[in-house]
């Protein structure tokens, strides 16, 4: 402690330097909250969740059809040494309306596109299937979800290119959009060498 030249004790001195300090603080918390703000608007985290399978086999399943008098869907399809795009969608995914017109693209330039159907009905599926177009070869219900989540899916739409082999080599997250098309159609072509 030091005296003052009047005899009293300096402690007041050191006081103000802490009242000064604590009058700042507030404002440097605010900043600094507002600097994480601004990192967060101009690099927002990548919400997606990358699938865990992308160079390994596809799962093992044995899905019933989702529409009477079609055929259902087994992982063996997949394993024919031919390429295809597995789909996994849902009659009720705004995005999965988005991406049907790119997806009847995909089927008339001839890639064998398989549908996955989560937690849907046979009644909103076909509507859905009526409305925007049927480019499936076989759609199977995942009624419960299992095979989406053993694909490391985290929601719909997703889509998967899978080679000859039963391997899958590409994820495409959310809906394909007319622009998603050339890469698609790529790496379709690189699963079938």
Known sequence: ????????????????????????????????????????????????????LVGKPMPRFDLPAALPGRPGLDSKVLANGKPH?????????????????????????????????????????????EANGDPFQRVGADDDGKVQLALGSSGVPETYVVDGKGIIVYQHIGEIRPEHLGLLLEKLKEAGQ
Request: overall charge positive; charged content about 15%; proline content about 6%.
């Open 1 to 52: 402690m030091s005296v003052a030249p009047n005899g009293t004790q300096g402690n007041h001195n050191g006081t103000r330097r802490h009242a000064r300090w604590a009058i700042w603080l507030p404002l440097a918390l605010f900043l600094g909250f507002v600097a994480l703000v601004m990192v967060g608007l101009y690099r927002p985290a990548d919400r997606n969740v990358a699938s865990q």
């Open 85 to 129: 795009l597995v789909n996994i969608f849902a009659s009720w995914c705004i995005p999965c309306r988005v991406e049907a017109p790119q997806l009847g693209a995909l089927a008339k330039a001839g890639v064998p596109i398989e549908g996955i159907s989560v937690r849907d009905t046979t009644e909103n599926l076909h509507a859905f299937l």
